[in-house]
């Protein structure tokens, strides 16, 4: 019975696991390098988890540096959702790309399909120097 019990139990675990509920986020910005519009930049969206990171979407910038990216994902918690801009913008001929990451208030979650509001990320200007900024050798195009 109690071996029933514990095999019950997980199945229910690993069930919600995989159910989960729906989760949307949006996030627009603007580019810039050197107060010039920063255009075929990748952006990727994901969900910052304690081990891998979930990949929710990605993007590039479009020619005057604008973007938008959404993204939808199961999860049983809520979504810790971030973006990652990677660019070579004052960069020299350094190699890997800088990845800058922006922390998404949670507020900006929907639940369901679609976001119902987008987080505005403003304008970034990428020519800066920016806490926490990494280089990355394997997000290129």
Request: glycine share 8%; charged share 25%.
């Given at each position: 019975m109690?071996r029933?019990?514990?095999?019950?139990?997980?199945?229910?675990?690993?069930?919600?696991?995989?159910?989960?509920?729906?989760?949307?986020?949006?996030?627009?910005?603007?580019?810039?390098?050197?107060?010039k519009?920063?255009?075929?930049?990748?952006i990727?969206?994901?969900?910052?988890?304690?081990?891998?990171?979930?990949?929710?979407?990605?993007?590039?910038?479009?020619?005057?540096?604008?973007?938008?990216?959404?993204g939808?994902?199961?999860?049983?918690?809520?979504l810790?959702?971030k973006?990652n801009?990677?660019?070579?913008?004052?960069?020299?001929?350094?190699?890997?790309?800088?990845?800058?990451?922006?922390?998404?208030?949670?507020?900006?979650?929907?639940?369901?399909?679609?976001?119902?509001?987008?987080?505005?990320?403003?304008?970034?200007q990428?020519?800066?120097?920016?806490?926490?900024?990494t280089?990355?050798?394997?997000?290129?195009h």
């Amino acid at each position: 019975m109690f071996r029933l019990f514990v095999f019950s139990t997980l199945l229910g675990c690993a069930y919600a696991g995989l159910i989960g509920f729906t989760q949307s986020i949006a996030v627009k910005g603007q580019l810039m390098c050197n107060d010039k519009p920063a255009n075929n930049v990748r952006i990727k969206l994901y969900d910052d988890d304690a081990l891998i990171d979930d990949h929710l979407a990605s993007s590039e910038s479009n020619a005057d540096g604008s973007f938008n990216i959404s993204g939808t994902d199961n999860e049983v918690t809520r979504l810790d959702p971030k973006i990652n801009i990677y660019h070579d913008c004052d960069d020299g001929f350094t190699p890997c790309q800088r990845r800058i990451t922006i922390y998404i208030p949670r507020k900006y979650i929907t639940k369901g399909l679609h976001a119902d509001q987008v987080y505005d990320a403003g304008v970034i200007q990428l020519a800066g120097k920016f806490s926490g900024e990494t280089r990355d050798c394997i997000h290129r195009h």
